[in-house]
Structures are given as structure tokens and as C-alpha cells.
């Protein structure tokens, strides 16, 4: 009797099975450490205004600079991974003082030292990140890098929506009145989120893998610390993805948005929430698209979705529109985040690849910045909706500009990685 034939679904599966231990690993320290970083991240800023006395401007001044900082190393991190072939020692570093200076928090009594703490553990994140991407870009032959990195990215969004749950659990026990926890009781939750990434740093030890390869010719001739060493296809990318990256600023103003059109602030941490489900999702759903319809196609299709999204936001007037709104902005994050990273690593050659991470997150860093300044200045002149349709006009400029970009591999070498 004829075997029925395999199912969509079960062809979906059977991709992913297929994908090697250093992906599952990597994709659970995600996981892992931003479940950590998330048990933190949504009581900071009430922390530091209400316990510490922070302004809005410092808190933005901790978070803005702490990222920049991050953007800057990754540049660094992954030259030197490229120069010295070692990846899986940089990722280590970097996840290990994430685990050491977070329970910091504990301790802290006014906002220079939550700056301090956060900006290293930060430089922990610059460490790690296009070491850990080049990484993982080396483990799976480039038809299944899109399927990779959406998987790793999935994960990664998935502690985003296990970190507030503990974070919200937690403080509910520890705090006497849950309404109007104290200080102490902020602090006590900070002691807890280091346990994820401590867990996380075993998985790297016992099951993250890195190929030993023989010293090359290339060794005796080391690769330059210039964007010069790439081709001009590449660097057109950046440019595209820098002049994107413009239109994007921080997701705080769609929150605050979606307060404006109706939803209660205590709504606001769930909604949150379900963007990260659908970030979890569509992140699944698009890396593995990207492998066979093209990576350029993908990412102009999400840069299409952030512009109607921001366009909707314009206009929204409701709560039930904010919630939709959120939700198709998962698919934004879905279709893209992964994709991109898969795309670097297609146009670029394997000893250069941390490097190009480096650079990569060098266009996004030196942009994203002034897009939230940008941003915030035209709401405050010309009103929400002025700001938002602005954005959504820079989104589809860049998506037509990067029609320019042949986003091939750069030689023979490429597709053998």
C-alpha cells in the first residue's frame, strides 16, 4: 500500500528537526537570557521614577546610551571573532557578564548606578551578539539560514513573553502589597533574573559546538578593520537598512499611542505581551519563507507591513484598532528580523562574517537613536499623526531603495558555506 503523501505540516516539522544541535542550543540561551533581561526590563522604568527619583529624560538617557554602547562593541566583537576564528568563546563572555552584573540591581540606591549596570550588561550584549550570529550562520548550509535565524529569533521573543510572566508572578508574591510594591521588593525580583542566563551558560558550555579549522592562507594576511573590505552590493545594504532604520523609532510611542486610543494603562503590559506572541509566530513562519522565496522579497514585504502599520496608527481611534494593529505588527518583526541576518550572511564570505555583523548592527545602532529623537520631535510639533505617516513614507522609501541591492552571494564560496 502507497505511503500517504507528506503534509504541509509535516514537512514544517521535519525542517526544523532537521536542524542542527548548535541552533537548538543557541536559540535556548535566547531564550533563556531574555527571559532574564525580561523579568528586568518592564519594572525598570518604574523603578528608577518611583523608588529612584529618575526623570523621563534620564531614564531615556540610561536606555539610549546603554543600547549605543551594545551597537558600538558588536562592530568590535566581531572583528576580532573573524581575526582570532573563535566564536563560541566571545558568546560565552558576553552571556557570563549578563550573569554577573544584573543581580547588581539589588543593590543599587540611585539612577548613575542602574546606568552603570545596565551599560555593562549591555557591553555584554555588544560581546556577544555578531560572534553569535556568525555562529550560527556558520551551523546550517544557507538553504535552511532563514529557517535558522526565524527559529533563534522565535526563541528569543518567546522569553520576552516568559520574563514579564515571572516578573509579574514574583513581585506578586514577594511584595506585601502588590499595588505599591517597595523598592526592596523591585530589588528582590532583580536577584531572580540571573538564574536564566546562569542556565544559559551551561547549555553553551555542554552543547554549543565550534569547528576547529585549520590555519588558512588568509591567517597570514589579516582581514582589515574597514568597511572597504566588502563589496559595494553589501554596503549598499547598510546604507538601505540605516536610511530603514531611520523610520524606526522606539516602541514606546505605540504604546503610548494605543493608551491615547482608549486602552487602560494596567492593558498596556498584556498587549505587550500578545506582540510578542505574534513576534513568536511569525518569526517561525518567515525564516523558513525566506529560504524559498528570497530573502530581498521578505524583507521588503515586512518593510511594507511596519509602513501600514504606522499609517494605521495615524489614524487609530479605538482599542479593538490597537490591538490589530499590534498584532499585524508581529508580522513586521517576523518577516524581517531573521531575514536580514540571513542575508548577511548569504552576501558575505564565512571569514568575514562577524565582521559584517559588526557592521550590520553599526547601521541599525547609529540610526535608531536619532529616529526616536526625530520622532518624538515631529509628535511634539506637528502632532501623532504627522509623526507616523512620516515614518511610514521613510519605510517605503527605503523598501524601493533596497530594490537596488543585488543581494546574490557573493561568489561560489558562499553557497558552499
Same mark, same amino acid.
Request: aromatic share 14%; hydrophobic share 55%; net charge positive.
Given at each position: 500500500m502507497d505511503q500517504p503523501p507528506e503534509t504541509k505540516k509535516s514537512r514544517f516539522w521535519h525542517r526544523y528537526s532537521g536542524l542542527p544541535t548548535n541552533v537548538f542550543a543557541l536559540s535556548l540561551v535566547s531564550l533563556l537570557n531574555d527571559t532574564s533581561s525580561e523579568i528586568i526590563y518592564p519594572l *525598570?522604568?518604574?523603578?528608577?521614577?518611583?523608588?529612584?527619583?529618575?526623570?523621563?529624560?534620564? +531614564? &531615556?538617557? $540610561?536606555?539610549? #546610551?546603554?543600547?549605543?554602547?551594545?551597537?558600538?562593541?558588536?562592530?568590535?566583537?566581531?572583528?576580532?571573532?573573524?581575526?582570532?576564528?573563535?566564536?563560541?568563546?566571545?558568546?560565552?563572555?558576553?552571556?557570563?557578564?549578563?550573569?554577573?552584573?544584573?543581580?547588581?540591581?539589588?543593590?543599587?540606591?540611585?539612577?548613575?548606578?542602574?546606568?552603570?549596570?545596565?551599560?555593562?550588561?549591555?557591553?555584554?550584549?555588544?560581546?556577544?551578539?555578531?560572534?553569535?550570529?556568525?555562529?550560527?550562520?556558520?551551523?546550517?548550509?544557507?538553504?535552511?539560514?532563514? *529557517?535558522?535565524?526565524?527559529?533563534?529569533?522565535?526563541?528569543?521573543?518567546?522569553?520576552?513573553? +516568559? &520574563?514579564? $510572566?515571572?516578573? #509579574?508572578?514574583?513581585?506578586s508574591y514577594i511584595a506585601s502589597d502588590p499595588e505599591s510594591p517597595t523598592a526592596r521588593d523591585y530589588q528582590q525580583v532583580f536577584l531572580f533574573a540571573s538564574i536564566p542566563v546562569v542556565i544559559?551558560?551551561?547549555?553553551?558550555?555542554?552543547?554549543?559546538?565550534?569547528?576547529?579549522?585549520?590555519?588558512?592562507?588568509?591567517?597570514?594576511?589579516?582581514?582589515?578593520?574597514?568597511?572597504?573590505?566588502?563589496?559595494?552590493?553589501?554596503?549598499r545594504f547598510l546604507v538601505v537598512t540605516a536610511l530603514f532604520t531611520l523610520s524606526n523609532s522606539t516602541d514606546a510611542f505605540l504604546l503610548l499611542r494605543a493608551q491615547q486610543a482608549g486602552i487602560a494603562p494596567p492593558m498596556l503590559p498584556l498587549l505587550w505581551m500578545v506582540l510578542h506572541f505574534s513576534k513568536v509566530i511569525c518569526s517561525v513562519i518567515g525564516g523558513d519563507i525566506s529560504d524559498k522565496f528570497g530573502r530581498k522579497q521578505l524583507i521588503i514585504a515586512g518593510w511594507i507591513v511596519y509602513a501600514l502599520v504606522y499609517a494605521g496608527f495615524a489614524f487609530v481611534d479605538s482599542p479593538w484598532q490597537a490591538w490589530a494593529l499590534f498584532i499585524v505588527y508581529g508580522a513586521y518583526f517576523g518577516l524581517t528580523e531573521g531575514t536580514e541576518k540571513a542575508l548577511v550572511a548569504d552576501m558575505v564570505e564565512e571569514e568575514k562574517r562577524g565582521t559584517a555583523y559588526g557592521f550590520y548592527s553599526l547601521a541599525?545602532?547609529?540610526?535608531?537613536?536619532?529616529?526616536?529623537?526625530?520622532?518624538?520631535?515631529?509628535?511634539?510639533?506637528?502632532?501623532?499623526?504627522?509623526?507616523?505617516?512620516?515614518?511610514?513614507?521613510?519605510?517605503?522609501?527605503?523598501?524601493?531603495?533596497?530594490?537596488?541591492?543585488?543581494?546574490?552571494p557573493a561568489n561560489a564560496e558562499v553557497l558552499s558555506k
Open positions: *525598570l522604568p518604574v523603578f528608577l521614577f518611583l523608588t529612584l527619583g529618575a526623570s523621563p529624560f534620564f +531614564i &531615556g538617557l $540610561i536606555e539610549g #546610551f546603554s543600547e549605543s554602547i551594545a551597537s558600538i562593541l558588536k562592530l568590535f566583537s566581531g572583528y576580532l571573532s573573524d581575526r582570532f576564528h573563535k566564536r563560541k568563546l566571545p558568546v560565552f563572555l558576553g552571556y557570563s557578564l549578563a550573569a554577573v552584573v544584573r543581580p547588581l540591581l539589588a543593590f543599587v540606591s540611585s539612577w548613575q548606578q542602574v546606568l552603570a549596570v545596565r551599560m555593562t550588561d549591555r557591553i555584554g550584549k555588544g560581546i556577544r551578539g555578531a560572534p553569535r550570529d556568525a555562529l550560527l550562520a556558520a551551523s546550517v548550509p544557507r538553504e535552511k539560514r532563514g *529557517l535558522a535565524f526565524g527559529f533563534n529569533r522565535a526563541a528569543d521573543h518567546l522569553g520576552a513573553v +516568559i &520574563g514579564p $510572566i515571572i516578573a #509579574f508572578l514574583t513581585l544559559g551558560l551551561f547549555v553553551i558550555i555542554f552543547f554549543v559546538h565550534e569547528e576547529t579549522k585549520p590555519v588558512k592562507e588568509f591567517d597570514s594576511i589579516p582581514i582589515k578593520f574597514s568597511i572597504t573590505e566588502f563589496d559595494a552590493n553589501f554596503k541599525f545602532g547609529i540610526t535608531v537613536f536619532p529616529a526616536s529623537l526625530l520622532f518624538g520631535l515631529l509628535w511634539s510639533q506637528f502632532g501623532a499623526a504627522y509623526a507616523f505617516i512620516t515614518s511610514a513614507a521613510i519605510s517605503i522609501i527605503a523598501a524601493v531603495a533596497l530594490l537596488t541591492v543585488n543581494t546574490k
